[in-house]
């Protein structure tokens, strides 16, 4: 039970940074996307400094084949190349996040698919539920090209369903497996009063 109470928590938890990040990336496109791009070429200008001080402050005597210098330079143009075609890191964002929000659809068709395992009720309301994200997930993937800033504010909005539909599905499965659980302990508690009449 107790495994089961960190998952459901751990689940919320997922959902409500899923919508705050959602909710940055509808009101602060443009800044997310450029901040996107300097951080990762900052991370790359970082990596080359440090091979670039590796390599020098190496013992080429014990350390001859280590390629520090080629890391650093490699890091260093990438980092480059990065702030010069910021576009094309930024067209590339929709896609990651685009496949995210397919993965949180498939985990709510799942839900709906051990609903329908369990005979229990909601099964199709979850269904539904999945099917948009799924939907959301693929349009994300399939407009990456478009106009980053209209893309970056869709998938903020999907972001947002994607974390409000998994709070959704998370409390509703939560609630479905204690009223089973509660059900199967009524069972339970009438056989034993059962048991003890006969007796």
């Known amino acids: ?94 896609v990651v996040l685009g496949a995210y929000i397919i993965v949180s659809g498939v985990k709510k068709l799942q839900n709906a698919l051990d609903l329908v395992r369990l005979k229990l009720d909601g099964w199709k309301s979850l269904l539904t539920l ?22 970056t504010v869709l998938i903020g909005a999907g972001l947002v369903y994607s974390g409000a539909t998994d709070l959704f599905s998370t409390v509703w499965v939560s609630r479905s497996a204690k009223r089973r659980d509660d059900e199967e302990d009524n069972e339970e508690t009438d056989l034993v009063e059962i048991d003890d009449t006969e007796k």
């Open 1 to 94: 039970m107790g495994d089961l109470k960190k998952i459901r928590w751990d689940m919320i938890a997922s959902a409500v940074i899923c919508i705050a990040l959602g909710a940055v990336l509808i009101f602060f496109p443009k800044a997310v996307n450029e901040m996107i791009a300097y951080v990762i070429a900052a991370a790359m200008f970082l990596i080359s400094v440090v091979e670039f001080y590796n390599y020098f402050k190496k013992d080429i005597k014990t350390d001859f084949y280590r390629n520090d210098l080629v890391f650093g330079v490699v890091a260093l143009v990438v980092g480059i190349i990065l702030l010069a075609k910021r576009d094309v890191i930024i067209s590339l964002i929709p």
């Open 130 to 151: 999945s099917a948009i994200n799924i939907i959301f997930g693929i349009i994300m993937v399939i407009c990456a090209l478009e106009t980053a800033k209209v893309i």
